[in-house]
């Protein structure tokens, strides 16, 4: 439950307008709490979010919002405000909100702001619209000077522990191969590394995942034992790209039968065959370029890399 000042900040509509919608409007009808405070439910929260678009994307009033709300109900009663999917530009705001809370490292108002995304979104949205671009963004403004060094590294452990959160979440289908998420010796940049293998669990892939500057000792004997199939490498810096090729070489001599998934601007400009198993960062052009890896790999057991070049901006 929510309280009339987060939503209000949630959803940019000043708590007067909320009041007046309820009241004058009966847009949604908040419970109360013992003392007789509103308490917002996730469905008003959906309701108010969609009366808000009519208003500002349709033009409607909100009396003509709130009665096309009534009409789309009776139609189906007991269903949830009309969405169609998640709308672009919805996730979009919240992904400009969600930055300027963390700018000012409101930590309280971020997470509400990322809660309310993930019961009104859920996981693949939040991860592939809000989350992804988000970590874009932010080394895209630290990259030109507009964001510090600080508000960086905050943003991103903020994307980094919710997604840890859901992490355990998907079941694992035991039918899949195992793989393995590792940055190489060096690389601290982890972020594009855990949305891969984000997109992985939720496949039902099991991911034992080791994350920034996994160091190569003992990596050989690991894979055989835990029988991994795929092993996923990021890589942001180029420095370190051609001994995270000879990592690459020397676990493809130990077990033939390897896969390996290259994500990473640090690994851009890599010659065949390592040219052939590069895999862009998670955005909107590339999510279907993922989905084609993942069902080649389900339908073939390895997958056709053919054309599924590219380099991650942020790894």
């Known amino acids: 439950m929510y309280t009339i000042r987060q939503v209000s900040d949630m959803l940019d509509i000043p708590a007067v307008t909320l009041r007046a ?71 979009e705001q919240l992904r400009e909100r969600l930055y300027d809370a963390l700018a000012a490292f409101r930590s309280d108002e971020a997470k509400t702001l990322a809660d309310l995304g993930f019961s009104m979104y859920g996981h693949d949205t939040m991860i592939s619209r809000v989350f992804a671009p988000l970590l874009v963004q932010v080394g895209d403004r630290w990259e030109s000077g507009e964001a510090s060094v600080l508000q960086e590294h905050y943003m991103t452990q903020f994307v980094t522990q919710r997604c840890f959160a859901i992490y355990q979440v998907f079941p694992v289908d035991p039918q899949q191969p195992r793989a393995l998420a590792i940055c190489p010796s060096g690389e601290r940049h982890q972020t594009g590394l855990l949305l891969f293998a984000l997109f992985l669990r939720q496949k039902g892939m099991e991911v034992l995942y080791l994350g920034a500057d996994t160091p190569s000792d003992g990596l050989e004997a690991l894979i055989a034992e835990q029988r991994i199939g795929v092993v996923c490498l990021s890589l942001t810096l180029a420095e370190l790209q051609q001994g995270a090729l000879a990592l690459v070489e020397r676990l493809r001599e130990a077990q033939p039968h390897l896969q390996f998934v290259l994500g990473g601007r640090g690994f851009a400009g890599v010659p065949a065959p390592y040219e052939a198993w590069t895999l862009e960062g998670q955005t909107e052009a590339s999510a279907a370029q993922w989905e084609r890896w993942y069902a080649a790999l389900r339908e073939h057991g390895r997958p056709d890399q053919a054309g599924m070049h590219g380099g991650e901006r942020h790894g």
């Open 21 to 91: 919608w309820e009241v004058r409007h009966h847009a949604v009808e908040p419970a109360r709490t013992s003392g007789g405070y509103r308490a917002y439910s996730e469905q008003d929260i959906a309701d108010l979010q969609w009366l808000k678009r009519q208003t500002e994307r349709d033009g409607l009033t909100i009396s003509q919002a709130v009665a096309e709300l009534r009409r789309q109900r009776s139609r189906q009663p007991g269903s949830a405000a009309p969405q169609h999917g998640a709308h672009l530009a919805d996730c």
